[in-house]
């Protein structure tokens, strides 16, 4: 069974550092496209990043910069490094799965979310 | 980038209608485009991908069409647990932008 389990969330404050980690199971983190999606209280969805199964990683131009996507394949977890965070940076954070049909990529498979909030 | 609109934004109807969100791309996407329910609290749930093909385990009165920039979902007859905010998203290329959300709510 497919499963993926964030954490690292918590309150922090305007230009602190938080690491997000989402735990896969059910199949291998490094031969999937992963990615990070964020949801602002109250708002829509918005894409964050990706890291491609080879290895490629791309960013929104909201964070760029100041967040970096990774994983290790050793502990099957996917990473947000973020720093330099912003008041506009609170929101529910959520890792999701690629899942790919006849070459249409579709999130097939989403962590619970984890809660970042940053105020002074 | 890609941008998504939604329309509309937000939408009343009662159980038993018939319902139809529209979204659009800023250019053409072909087929790549999906469809996702979320309730509140909870994380997205893929219902349509590549523009029509209903993900398992989705109820049959959900349906997608549509190509190029123009796509819709319908939901043939409105049940209470479809009471939810449903984005659309594109997947032609990076960034993977979602549209703003359209909210369901009972009339």
């Known amino acids: 069974e497919v499963q993926l389990v964030e954490s690292g969330g918590g309150l922090v404050q305007p230009g602190g550092s938080l690491r997000l980690s989402c735990a896969a199971s059910?199949?291998?983190?490094?031969?999937?496209?992963m990615t990070w999606v964020r949801q602002a209280p109250g708002k829509g969805l918005e894409w964050v990043s990706v890291?491609?199964?080879?290895?490629?990683?791309y960013y929104a131009d909201s964070v760029k910069g100041r967040f970096t996507i990774s994983r290790d394949n050793s502990k099957n977890t996917l990473y947000l490094q973020m720093n330099s965070l912003r008041a506009e940076d609170t929101a529910m954070y959520y890792c999701?799965?690629?899942?790919?049909?006849?070459?249409?990529?579709?999130?097939?498979?989403w962590g619970q979310g984890t809660l970042v909030t940053v105020s002074s | 980038d890609i941008q998504m609109t939604q329309s509309p934004s937000s939408l009343s109807a009662s159980v038993g209608d018939r319902v139809t969100i529209t979204c659009r791309a800023s250019?053409?996407?072909?087929?790549?485009l999906n469809w996702y329910q979320q309730k509140p609290g909870k994380a997205p749930n893929l219902l349509i991908y590549?523009?029509?093909s209903l993900q398992s385990g989705v109820p049959s009165r959900f349906s997608g069409s549509g190509s190029g920039t123009d796509f819709t979902l319908t939901i043939s007859s409105l049940q209470p647990e479809d009471f939810a905010t449903y984005y659309c998203?594109?997947?032609?290329?990076?960034?993977?932008?979602f549209g703003q959300g359209t909210k369901l709510e009972i009339k």
């Open positions: 999701a799965r690629e899942g790919y049909y006849d070459s249409t990529g579709y999130y097939d498979y």
């Open positions: 059910g199949f291998t983190v490094s031969g999937k496209y």
């Open positions: 890291i491609y199964s080879g290895g490629s990683t």
């Open positions: 250019q053409s996407i072909s087929s790549y």
């Open positions: 590549a523009a029509f």
């Open positions: 998203q594109q997947s032609y290329s990076t960034p993977r932008a």
